[in-house]
């Protein structure tokens, strides 16, 4: 059973910077292309970052947040990170990390749903 744990939300002025976590069971991490997702209360879930499988070569970013959140992974600890800096209230919403069946690589899941989805993590950006 696939479980996808996030960690590291919180309150944080604006200006600041989080760094999110997801840990992931199971074997075989880094044959997955993983990926960041967030909703934000009264909108839909959208795309934030996603990475490649193996070392991670591939990332891909939502316009918005390009030049300052960065995906990153560390297969050793099955982790893969977000970090987020120069932070605003637009970003506040809950995270969500996510994997979809193996191929699916990293560009598809910018528009696809995934299959596999943590319970997410509130990340709150006050002004």
């Known amino acids: 059973q696939v479980q996808l744990v996030e960690s590291g939300g919180g309150l944080v002025q604006a200006g600041g910077s989080l760094r999110l976590s997801c840990a992931a069971s199971?074997?075989?991490?880094?044959?997955?292309?993983m990926g960041w997702f967030r909703q934000a209360p009264g909108k839909e879930r959208e795309f934030v970052a996603t990475?490649?499988?193996?070392?991670?070569?591939?990332?891909y970013y939502e316009d918005s947040v390009k030049g300052r959140f960065t995906i990153s992974r560390d297969n050793a600890k099955n982790t893969v990170y977000l970090q987020m800096n120069s932070l605003n209230p637009e970003v506040t919403a809950v995270y969500y990390c996510?994997?979809?069946?193996?191929?699916?690589?990293?560009?598809?899941?910018?528009?696809?749903?995934?299959?596999?989805w943590g319970q997410g993590t509130q990340v709150t950006v006050s002004s």
């Open positions: 996510a994997r979809d069946l193996p191929p699916t690589p990293a560009r598809l899941m910018r528009v696809i749903s995934p299959k596999f």
């Open positions: 199971g074997r075989a991490f880094s044959s997955y292309a």
């Open positions: 990475i490649s499988w193996g070392s991670g070569d591939a990332t």
